[in-house]
């Protein structure tokens, strides 16, 4: 345990030091994005995900080598190659939503400065961009076949598996949690409840590998919220969102919780019929007010729960972050009660 609990030290500190770097970092490269609720527009460093894509990694890897070279080790159910196929889809799914917070495609747009800002791969390709990221988890044969499917029962589907259910399950969570960001600190604190609802939650089960994963992530996540929550010295970029789908459906597989899994993450399945409803068409960000507060863009139509939190008062971007933040909460502390 006092290893694990150094792992997630290492990974907080890693993001903490690590992020004002790449902030000017991108910032002298021109990895940029408008952050759309605030005056002005300002043009701010958007790819988070590299940030605490670092801090995980260093977190996983640190743990690794204490327990390989630990003269006093103990069996403590870690996985090496289950650990090294976690890192290798970390690394691919960063690399991917990095190419997307590139300016690959980039137009002018109405700000004080008249930069340019990306406008990012069209939606068809970004799950093309993640399927890459489950391929070290296939070809280990990652998880367990078996699965209890509600009102079926244990189904046991061999190799169609690691064959179709985690590509599938990757490229879905990946995706599912692009869909809902626009807001200063949103992304990074829900994924900082989420994370670290299913790595307490798999570590009380025994499985340590899948433990370090999440934990690991929730500390990274935790210490960037210092540079991301309002007023944003850094977006979350498609990075930072690609990489929480690929953390929560690594660290899943390879704990074998689906159904805490889905549980959790209820609230991105819920955002998902919403964003159907709209042809996937409609957008999270509001419409912003004179005084800083938030208009639904779609008037009392709710295609979003970002629509839902703007239709229920005038609220601002912390405002609606926050209360988002709490129905995330509110789902991750159920697995534990009902499960």
Sequence with gaps: MEDLLASVLVSFI?????????????????????????????????????????????????????????ANRVDSGINPIHLLAATSSILIVTLAGFLDDL?????????????????????????????????????????????????VGVVDFGLLYPLLIIPIGFIGASNMVNMLGGFNGLEAGMGTVYTLSLGLYILMAGERNAAVLLLTASAALLSFLRYNWYPARILAGDSLTYLLGSLVATGVILGNMERAGLIVMSPFIVEFLLKARSRFKASCIGKLRADGRLDPPYGRKVYSWTHLFMNLGRLNEVEVTIGLIAVQVIFASLPFFIL
């Design 14 to 70: 890693t993001t903490f030091f690590l992020t004002p770097r790449v902030i000017e970092f991108l910032r002298g490269a021109g990895v940029v994005a408008v952050d759309l609720h605030k005056k002005g527009r300002p043009v701010v460093p958007a790819s988070g995900g590299l940030c605490v894509s670092s801090g995980v990694l260093m977190g996983i890897l640190f743990y690794a080598g204490v327990q390989t070279f630990s």
């Design 103 to 151: 300016n690959v495609k980039a137009r002018r747009v109405q700000t004080k400065d008249g930069r340019n800002v990306k406008v990012g791969f069209p939606q068809w390709v970004k799950p093309v961009l993640t399927l890459p990221g489950a391929i070290p988890l296939i070809v280990i044969k990652a998880g367990v076949t078996r699965m209890d499917l509600p009102f």
